[in-house]
């Protein structure tokens, strides 16, 4: 089984330019994560998919990042314009999510490594 | 929403040693808790996970062990190899289709 595949692998802009990361899950995953990993920190999430549709980005700045999953499978997420802060690694992430099926398990993507100068 | 703290932020351990991680939580609700293994340059991935309904899990030289009632779960490598060396994150979820809350992480080092 192919993992979660994603690019670029590495990122550096200036503050204030905009960026955007690509996400391709794991075949027939309905449910898609983008997470972002502060160095020295746990992952946080963003924002989960469940096929195309949003179920939670109530951790999402909304002032500056968007995502979208057209056709429930491909994910892209944007910021414009990028601070400083926003410096980190951000992970993809997907699961079978088939609600009532018993399967909580995740597989991450290797990640997008952002620096802003 | 959940918070989980996690113990100890690093970790160094003579090779063949166990090691122990401990991770707390604050969610009664939590009913899935993952542990993933992070080396560098590459993301987390699942090495263990235990159910609410299980009070320990053991795969061959890691095991977990859940007290629902304390809120607290950890992890146990033994026989520690050069391998093992990495960081180390427990998480906490609701279960299916809920978002994973992760600790701080623990960088674990074995000395050869």
């Known amino acids: 089984e192919a993992g979660v595949a994603q690019s670029p692998r590495y990122k550096i802009i200036e503050k204030r330019q905009s960026v955007a990361f690509w996400c391709n899950p794991i075949?027939?995953?309905?449910?898609l994560y983008w997470y972002q990993q502060i160095l020295g920190q746990g992952p946080k999430l963003l924002i989960q998919?469940?096929?195309?549709?949003?179920?939670?980005d109530s951790q999402l700045p909304k002032d500056r990042f968007s995502a979208e999953r057209l056709k429930g499978v491909d994910s892209t997420l944007k910021i414009q314009p990028a601070k400083l802060e926003d410096s980190a690694v951000y992970l993809c992430a997907s699961s079978l999510g088939d609600r009532g099926r018993f399967s909580y398990g995740y597989t991450f993507g290797s990640g997008t490594r952002l620096t802003v100068v | 929403g959940e918070n989980v703290e996690q113990h100890p932020s690093t970790l160094s351990v003579q090779e063949g040693d166990s090691a122990v991680i401990k991770c707390t939580y604050s969610d009664s609700a939590s009913n899935y808790f993952p542990w993933y293994k992070q080396e560098l340059g590459k993301g987390p991935q699942l090495i263990i996970d235990i159910r609410s309904n299980v009070g320990e899990k053991k795969d061959q030289r890691i095991a977990v062990t859940l007290n629902k009632t304390a809120k607290h779960f950890s992890l146990h490598i033994t026989e520690t190899q050069p391998e093992d060396s990495a960081v180390y994150f427990c998480a906490a979820s609701r279960g299916n289709d809920y978002k994973l809350s992760f600790g701080a992480g623990t960088t674990v080092t074995v000395r050869a």
């Open positions: 998919f469940q096929n195309n549709g949003v179920v939670d």
């Open positions: 075949s027939g995953h309905a449910t």
